[in-house]
């Protein structure tokens, strides 16, 4: 199953109020749960939640018909995607893939690709652009270790995962490696080709003309034993 998690967008990434107000950083962030949840209804993967109780994130869960595992303490990604972990594995679900709601860029075919290389037993791993974020974790079986997120959870889920004894991969994708938290990331986001909504509404927010060089991974995957 693939888990979405979604905290409250009416107060969504404090980090970008020096590019943009609290309605605008709202609507930026709706814009990229809507760009991550089309990307997701075109991989063909059949179970897919969004693990929130945020108005909007339930109406676009409604629309695109994916499953909604409520949160209603909205405390944290970590929490919300903890207690979502029981929930699948109460339903015998064995793999559970984590995508977090603000990598706009993220394809159908990088999906895809987690999937392809994701081992019988153990994780694939997709880390942000700094190598120190965990964009997009795949676990199999479901609580094959603890997810803690945050701005340095990469190298500590590798930890976890070889402390496992199981195949552990990591994947350079660069669609999901972009996640929108500071201005900068907003910047990329706007330099970069194609018309996403959320792509629209960086433009306006850090003006026409901003121009970044942006240089892609282009890896294959790299898989860690203990």
């Not at 970008?16 to 209804?41: H, I, K, P």
């Not at 942000?128 to 190298?155: H, I, T, W, Y």
């Not at 976890?160 to 900068?184: F, K, M, Q, R, W």
């Not at 194609?194 to 898989?223: C, M, W, Y």
Request: aromatic share 4%; net charge negative.
């Amino acid at each position: 199953m693939i888990l979405v998690p979604v905290k409250n967008l009416r107060s969504a990434k404090q980090r970008l109020a020096a590019a943009a107000n609290q309605a605008s950083r709202t609507e930026l962030a709706q814009a990229m749960l809507t760009d991550v949840l089309e990307q997701l209804a075109a991989s063909g993967v059949d179970n897919i939640s969004l693990v929130t109780s945020d108005p909007f994130a339930l109406k676009l869960a409604n629309q695109f018909r994916f499953e909604i595992i409520r949160d209603d303490t909205n405390i944290s990604e970590t929490d919300a995607i903890e207690m979502a972990t029981h929930v699948c594995q109460s339903r015998g679900i064995e793999t559970t893939l984590v995508i977090p709601a603000d990598i706009p860029l993220i394809s159908a075919t990088e999906i895809q690709t987690i999937y392809d290389n994701a081992p019988e037993r153990g994780c694939v791993l997709v880390p942000s652009r700094d190598k120190r974020g965990s964009n997009a974790v795949l676990r199999r079986p479901a609580s094959l270790f603890p997810l803690r997120f945050g701005n340095d959870s990469f190298m500590p889920h590798l930890a976890a995962a070889v402390a496992t004894n199981s195949t552990c991969v990591v994947l350079s994708l660069p669609g999901i490696a972009l996640d929108i938290d500071t201005p900068e990331d907003l910047l990329e986001l706007a330099s970069l080709s194609g018309n996403k909504r959320s792509q629209l509404l960086a433009r306006q927010f850090v003006g026409h003309g901003a121009r970044i060089e942006v240089n892609t991974l282009e890896d294959g995957p790299l898989v860690a034993k203990s």
